[in-house]
């Protein structure tokens, strides 16, 4: 069956641009997460979806990030004006609810690039 | 700071040889989940642990859980030069929302 996929699966941008990042969850997840994973490093948490509300939007590392999730299914990470320290791989999970021990099943995550 | 914590954060062995990792994290836990990452992919789900499990196997994988010293480690049995991977493990907290992962190990296995 078809798994979590995110698109584009790479992003070049000029500093100052504005990106959107979309991803696709699995159908019926009703969790939808994005992390952010810089070279080398462990995964960052940015926000958390349940259905289309956003309970935990704690990661979100500041006013330049934004998430939103319609129809309880596709989200969209728009970061406004990049900054070179938003270059990184943007992975998003979707899982079947949000009950405690739900798996989460990643996507293949979106490489980005800021100039 | 980052909830789960692996060590080491490399590791090289010989093709056959057992590799252990070792995750620890500090606050209470529901579960704690092992991912594995290739080179330039995106992360797979290897296993999950509940709170009140010790021990899981999946294959050639061994996952124990100690919530009295919060920790976990994961052991690869008979290791292979595909095993090469970055391992990560990630806690879901007893607040909900998020898991929270650490920085993970890389694996090396040599043919």
């Known amino acids: 069956g078809a798994g979590v996929s995110q698109s584009p699966s790479n992003k070049v941008t000029e500093k100052g641009k504005d990106v959107e990042l979309r991803c696709d969850p699995i159908?019926?997840?009703?969790?939808l997460y994005w992390y952010r994973q810089s070279l080398g490093q462990g995964l960052e948490f940015l926000i958390y979806?349940?259905?289309?509300?956003?309970?935990?939007k704690s990661g979100l590392p500041s006013d330049r990030f934004s998430a939103e999730r319609t129809g309880g299914s596709v989200s969209t990470l728009t970061i406004q004006r990049t900054q070179q320290e938003d270059s990184a791989v943007y992975l998003c999970?979707?899982?079947?609810?949000?009950?405690?021990?739900?798996?989460?099943?990643f996507g293949p995550g979106t490489r980005l690039l800021v100039l | 700071s980052q909830q789960g914590e692996e060590d080491p954060q490399a590791l090289s062995i010989q093709e056959g040889e057992n590799a252990t990792m070792n995750c620890s994290y500090k606050?209470?836990?529901?579960?704690l989940q092992w991912y594995r990452q290739n080179s330039g992919r995106g992360l797979v789900h290897l296993i999950l642990?509940?709170?009140?499990?010790r021990e899981k196997h999946s294959g050639r994988l061994r996952v124990t859980l100690d919530t009295s010293k919060k920790s976990s480690s994961l052991l690869i049995t008979a290791s292979r030069a595909a095993d090469t991977a970055s391992y990560f493990c990630?806690?879901?907290?007893?607040?909900?929302?998020?898991?929270?992962f650490g920085d993970g190990t890389t694996l090396t296995v040599k043919p």
């Open positions: 999970a979707s899982s079947l609810a949000r009950r405690y021990q739900e798996t989460q099943y």
């Open positions: 642990i509940r709170s009140n499990e």
């Open positions: 159908s019926g997840h009703t969790a």
């Open positions: 979806f349940q259905g289309n509300s956003a309970p935990d």
């Open positions: 990630a806690t879901e907290g007893t607040n909900a929302g998020k898991s929270t």
């Open positions: 606050t209470s836990i529901n579960n």
